[in-house]
């Protein structure tokens, strides 16, 4: 059995019963025969039922956001902007797949020569917990357009989301099939990428999963695409707008209660402005209420684990003991972790060199552009990095010296619909959304015609 478990009250809301390799057969075996009917289907046909889809996320979004709360402890207002977003992403896709990938016209000497983008079929997604809708959606409204049929095995700690996930598609009419939830544990999933069913895979996770999903494609010779950890920067230059750049930056952080791939997770400061940046930061952090997460005006809920939470304090002590300074917070009980704000963080530290998942953050004085420039592409991660200044020539000219896969100027890194997104080094490979992301999974097919 699989339970899932509300990390506020230590409750068990629900159990599950893991597929057997029978079972697990013929979800496979559905998805193959539905995607020999599914890939004939027209574009407008599918947008329809992705228009539904949208429909269905706006219409129950308090009934989907609810379990989400319940089973990872995110805070219910965003919980509901986390189903909002997703029905944006639906609605982005029906628009615009057909021309995403519309057949690519090039001159030859051929009577016509052009590249087209087919389906390729089975896609296996694997998939975390901290944001248990949108990370599933990002994935399957592309790839449900593009022809393709999606199969989902999710955290298990958020079972009830991944069930509710396969309802919304349902609900919304698509043929039974076309996306369906595994309830399966880790240990099945080199055997389901085996199969020779299953033709891509996608993974959002930690380095370790995803490296062990990628050596087991690799070696299928099949597609995958990888969106692992970040310890994204925030970099405040001395022109920055610091009112502004306050208040992105404790958004960037501790939204989600800091469990976010992309959260801000080191603030680098100009030493012209540290101290009262830092100061006035700190306030900023003593005003986020935390409390139970079926609350609306709570901001800061629990973490999904207590096991995530007590790493996190670790990396906290860790630094603390190499020289750091505790500003704010830095107490754990439970799975809750007090919003916490380290000072004198050198990139020598726990809270620097690791990724940080949870309400926590280091902060570090830089004197040039130069040395910024450095201590943001010292990490091995390379998700994206925010930078704040008023200088928009500036901010141009420094923008190609960073090694992420994105630079946000004056905002916080997220991922939109209309862009790409994705990492570099450790943070994975491929993208995510946009053209870039529903092309990742099609045969781009050459054809010439004389």
Not at 39 to 51: D, I, L, P, V, Y
Not at 193 to 208: C, E, M, N, Q
Not at 235 to 253: E, S, Y
Not at 307 to 320: F, G, R
Request: proline share 3%; with cysteine.
């Amino acid at each position: 059995m699989i339970a899932s478990k509300n990390p506020y009250t230590g409750e068990t809301i629900e159990k599950f019963e893991e597929l057997s390799k029978e079972q697990i057969d013929e979800v496979l075996e559905n998805a193959q025969q539905r995607y020999k009917l599914w890939r004939k289907t027209s574009m407008g046909e599918r947008a329809e039922f992705m228009k539904n889809a949208a429909e269905e996320l706006k219409a129950n979004k308090e009934e989907y956001a609810r379990d989400i709360t319940l089973e990872m402890g995110k805070p219910i207002s965003q919980s509901i902007s986390e189903i909002e977003k997703c029905a944006w992403v639906c609605e982005y896709y029906a628009k615009h797949a057909e021309e995403h990938l519309a057949d690519r016209l090039v001159d030859t000497d051929a009577q016509k020569s052009y590249v087209s983008y087919e389906p390729i079929g089975v896609v296996l997604a694997v998939m975390p917990w901290n944001y248990p809708f949108w990370q599933v959606f990002r994935f399957a409204a592309p790839a449900l357009m593009a022809g393709n049929i999606g199969v989902l095995k999710h955290a298990s700690n958020v079972m009830r989301s991944a069930n509710n996930i396969q309802k919304v598609f349902e609900r919304a009419g698509f043929p039974k099939y076309c996306f369906q939830n595994m309830t399966v544990g880790s240990d099945k999933i080199d055997d389901v990428i085996k199969d020779k069913r299953i033709k891509a895979v996608t993974l959002t996770g930690s380095k370790p999963a995803g490296a062990a999903v990628a050596s087991t494609a690799g070696s299928e010779i099949k597609k995958s695409v990888l969106e692992l950890g970040g310890s994204n920067a925030l970099v405040v230059f001395d022109n920055a707008n610091m009112d502004a750049a306050i208040d992105t930056c404790i958004q960037a952080r501790f939204q989600n209660t800091g469990q976010s791939c992309i959260a801000g997770k080191r603030l680098i400061i100009h030493e012209n402005i540290a101290e009262e940046f830092t100061k006035n930061y700190v306030e900023k952090v003593k005003e986020l209420k935390s409390g139970d997460p079926m609350n609306e005006d709570t901001f800061i809920g629990t973490m999904a684990r207590v096991d995530l939470a007590e790493d996190l304090e670790k990396q906290i002590k860790s630094s603390v003991d190499a020289g750091a300074k505790i500003l704010i917070g830095g107490e754990r009980d439970g799975a809750y972790m007090q919003p916490t704000v380290l000072g004198g963080v050198t990139k020598e530290m726990s809270m620097f060199k690791e990724e940080t998942f949870g309400p926590a953050i280091g902060i570090t004085r830089f004197k040039t552009a130069e040395e910024a420039i450095e201590l943001v592409n010292s990490s091995d991660f390379g998700l994206g990095v925010s930078i704040f200044t008023e200088d928009m020539d500036f901010a141009k000219d420094i923008i190609p010296e960073f090694e992420d896969g994105a630079v946000f100027v004056n905002e916080l890194v997220k991922s939109d619909p209309r862009l790409p997104f994705g990492g570099t080094k450790i943070s994975g490979y491929g993208r995510e959304l946009s053209l870039d992301g529903i092309q990742e999974f099609v045969n781009k097919k050459t054809v010439y015609i004389k």
